[in-house]
């Protein structure tokens, strides 16, 4: 895993890429980065003769669910090239070296392109005890900022890393953070979902190497153009939920009409990412088109936001015992204030009467000086 | 915590509370009061019949203030019906009340709802209009007169805002209809909202006080 000077143009042309197929996913790219089509050729343009930009992969608390996601694909893809043409230079899970020569293969990578390559994080940082992930005896969080000091851009690849996902779900064992818990020194752009789409991770790359620069990101650090819409908004079962038809169960009459499955608990209305559009397995399906609700796997917190099985309009903490004790604490207090209520009015019977304060007894006219007058 | 995880969750547990609580202290509070005994006869010898009486004559105006008062009661009775029934009938509300009772009902499809909640609010905001504009109502009109009817109009405008997903984001709208839907449960008991209570007892005893002096009310 060095760092080859062989532009992209060449390895595509050795790997039997057709001219046609490259300039097929440079339009593509550019119409997922909502990029005028004048662009297209400028991107491959780009590519082209772009050198392979390092790319260091660091693999903290992570189920290598996003690896995989992004990796695995069954049949090899122009998406899968692209990766293919990045130096990685580190990566646990894929690089042929181990134990010490890993690690050197690392410091060697980040020598070479100080200023310049990419790190790619997959999962979360523990902050508790430092023992609880570390790699070649090093904690996460002293990796992290040793190997980002010198990082052009962080990729957050995943919810773990983009804001703690699972591992930073209550009772956050690990006292798990994210990256931009981190390092605020750096560009960082997020790419959540658990995993993320795959296009979405290539075209973020592929926007950085053809530019230099990062795609416009949200107020999450998400690319806009991947992450300005909610799944809802998108949602090929929206005009169901427009008119109120909703699936009861996963396996009624509304389900395999394909209603819509707000009232399962579909998050899908506070979920924003592109995974109606681009869906997974080269467009085939996502969670909604296979029966089932969004989980809002992109979002943060989303493992600590109630059931995945309750609709968005019930209330996460009400329920009727809380609303019998306060419904008993009003008996009780309400008795207090009656009582209290009968005493005064019991006294004032009994009393003589005393005028209101604040009430000042108006003088009557004499009779007679009013006759003369 | 995000804003909608706060109005699902601690804003609506907290409103919720203290709705039930307001609501059940000034029930009891009021009903515990000591009434005044009468000092004469009665000159009627079916008073609960005739308070019953006067509860349901009052739903509909009298005929000597039919024209000075008829506007008053239709635009009440709309938009307290329509209220209700949104309130009701609404499928994402009826979920609401399946997710805090363990049971729902059958709900109003969407566009029938959405009409009614339309018109519930043109009513409301024609209503808040002329307590503005008119100078009669103003004059007579409080504090409480005025936040008692924007803040029953509050989730009706709300709701109907993130409905339609209408200008900022769906899960902040929610947050914000469901924060209106907080702050009227926290209104409710101490207002004039309460009347929901009070309304059918004190006409009653008004029906009872006026029979009971031969005044057929």
């Not at chain 1, 000077?5 to 595509?12: C, D, I, T």
């Not at chain 1, 490259?22 to 004048?38: G, V």
């Not at chain 1, 019977?349 to 007894?361: D, H, I, N, S």
């Not at chain 2, 009614?116 to 307590?131: D, E, F, K, Q, S």
Request: proline letters at 6%.
């Amino acid at each position: 895993m060095t760092t080859r000077h062989v532009p992209l143009g060449e390895r595509m042309q050795a790997r039997g890429i057709s001219r046609r197929s490259f300039m097929k996913f440079c339009a593509t790219t550019a119409s997922l980065l909502a990029l005028p089509p004048a662009l297209a050729p400028k991107i491959a343009q780009a590519l082209e003769a772009q050198h392979r930009p390092s790319v260091i992969w660091l693999s903290f608390q992570e189920c290598t669910g996003c690896a995989e996601s992004f990796l695995r694909s069954n049949t090899p893809s122009v998406e899968s090239l692209i990766f293919d043409t990045i130096s990685l230079d580190y990566q646990h899970t894929l690089m042929a070296a181990s134990g010490h020569a890993a690690e050197e293969a690392r410091e060697e990578a980040m020598k070479a392109n100080w200023g310049k390559y990419i790190v790619v994080v997959d999962g979360s940082i523990p902050t508790g005890d430092m023992g609880y992930s570390t790699t070649a005896g090093e904690s996460n969080i002293d990796t992290l900022k040793h190997v980002a000091e010198g990082a052009a851009a962080i990729v957050c690849l995943g919810t773990c890393s983009a804001y703690g996902g699972i591992p930073l779900a209550d009772p956050n064992p690990t006292g798990a953070v994210s990256v931009q818990d981190v390092i605020t020194d750096k560009p960082i752009i997020n790419v959540p979902g658990c995993p993320p789409i795959p296009a979405v991770m290539t075209s973020v790359l592929v926007q950085f190497i053809a530019f230099g620069a990062l795609p416009e990101l949200d107020h999450l650090n998400r690319p806009k153009v991947f992450y300005g819409q909610n799944i809802h908004d998108r949602c090929y079962r929206r005009p169901f939920y427009e008119r109120g038809q909703f699936a009861e169960s996963f396996d009624d009459e509304g389900a395999r009409e394909g209603w819509c499955l707000y009232k399962l608990g579909c998050k899908g209305p506070t979920t924003y990412n592109a995974c109606a559009v681009l869906k997974w397995n080269e467009g085939t399906s996502f969670p909604i088109e296979a029966g089932h609700g969004c989980l809002g796997c992109s979002e943060p917190n989303f493992w600590d936001k109630g059931s995945f099985y309750a609709p968005l309009a019930t209330a996460t903490h009400l329920d009727t015992t809380e609303l019998a004790v306060g419904a008993l604490a009003g008996a009780a207090v309400g008795l207090g204030a009656g009582y209290a209520g009968r005493a005064v009015q019991k006294r004032n019977k009994q009393g003589p009467f005393e005028a209101q304060p604040g009430v000042q007894p108006t003088a009557q006219p004499d009779p007679a000086e009013k006759e003369k007058s | 915590m995000s804003l909608l995880d706060f109005a699902r969750g601690p804003a609506l547990q907290w409103a919720g509370i203290i709705f039930v609580l307001g609501m059940v202290w000034r029930t009891l509070g009021i009903f515990m009061l000591m009434r005044s005994s009468p000092l004469s006869a009665n000159r009627d010898n079916h008073l609960f019949e005739h308070g019953v009486r006067t509860v349901w004559s009052r739903f509909v105006p009298a005929p000597v203030f039919e024209k000075k008062v008829s506007f008053q009661y239709v635009a009440g009775w709309i938009w307290h019906l329509g209220f209700l029934v949104v309130l009701l009938f609404y499928k994402v509300h009826v979920m609401f009340f399946e997710g805090l009772l363990g049971f729902g009902w059958p709900a109003l499809p969407n566009s029938i709802v959405l009409a009614i909640a339309g018109v519930t609010l043109g009513v409301l905001l024609w209503l808040l209009g002329r307590r503005i504009f008119n100078p009669v109502l103003r004059y007579i009109s409080t504090f409480n007169d005025y936040s008692s009817v924007i803040i029953t109009t509050l989730p009706i405008l709300t709701g109907l805002l993130t409905f339609t997903h209408f200008g900022i984001a769906y899960e902040t709208l929610l947050a914000i209809h469901m924060l209106s839907i907080a702050l009227l449960l926290v209104w409710f008991p101490f207002s004039k909202l309460f009347h929901v209570i009070t309304l059918l007892p004190s006409r009653y005893v008004l029906g009872v006080k006026f029979w009971r002096r031969g005044v057929q009310a």
